[in-house]
């Protein structure tokens, strides 16, 4: 692509403030600050491993807990990504990666379809990951799919250390965000859907 794809969305409520910058067509250079160092952990491996710049500014009324901030951190990263993926023409479409830390393996499978579903089955070991409520970690993949309007199943194979899942499981969904969407040299001017339409 001449343009890389890009996109800034900023969401205001009385509850979160989030600032969500993505360029799809990055190198993987990140910046988090959302009070929340396991979370922006865990987006360093999606920038990182889907060769995507992305940054995200949060802040939220932690104060009570972390639930408002983390899920509207998902609804502002998939509304930017709608946005830097515009009407799909010459993406991949779809994107599935296996990814394994020691003894945790995870899949990750995306259909930027235009159409919001999640099959979420990830159990961990404990609840919590240090001081971050690993519950929280379904809202956050929920608003991004109802945002960024993706088809996306997140599979846990195996694991023991709740750190390991959940870092599987992030970097599996870098992974397959970086082959869905990535442009097929073969279907450049071409929406990847027999509608013609993925909206």
Do not use: C, W
Not at 149 to 159: A, E, F, K, P, Y
């Amino acid at each position: 692509m001449s343009q890389p794809r890009q996109a800034s969305v900023e969401r205001n409520t009385l509850e979160t403030r989030i600032q969500v910058r993505v360029n799809l067509d990055g190198t993987g250079e990140s910046s988090f600050d959302t009070g929340l160092p396991f979370l922006d952990h865990m987006l360093d491996q999606v920038a990182r491993h889907g060769l995507m710049d992305l940054e995200v500014i949060a802040q939220g009324d932690l104060h009570i807990d972390a639930h408002h901030t983390v899920e509207d951190i998902g609804i502002t990263l998939g509304q930017a990504f709608a946005g830097a993926v515009g009407d799909k023409r010459g993406i991949f479409r779809y994107g599935h990666a296996y990814v394994p830390l020691d003894e945790a393996l995870s899949r990750v499978v995306v259909d930027f379809s235009g159409r919001p579903g999640l099959v979420y089955e990830v159990e961990f070991v404990r609840a919590m990951i240090g001081s971050f409520d690993a519950d929280l970690f379904r809202e956050f993949f929920q608003g991004f799919v109802n945002h960024a309007q993706v088809t996306l199943h997140i599979d846990n194979l195996r694991g023991r250390n709740a750190h390991h899942v959940a870092e599987t499981v992030f970097k599996a969904f870098g992974r397959a965000l970086r082959f869905a969407v990535a442009i097929d040299p073969r279907m450049i001017e071409t929406i990847p859907s027999t509608k013609g339409t993925l909206v």
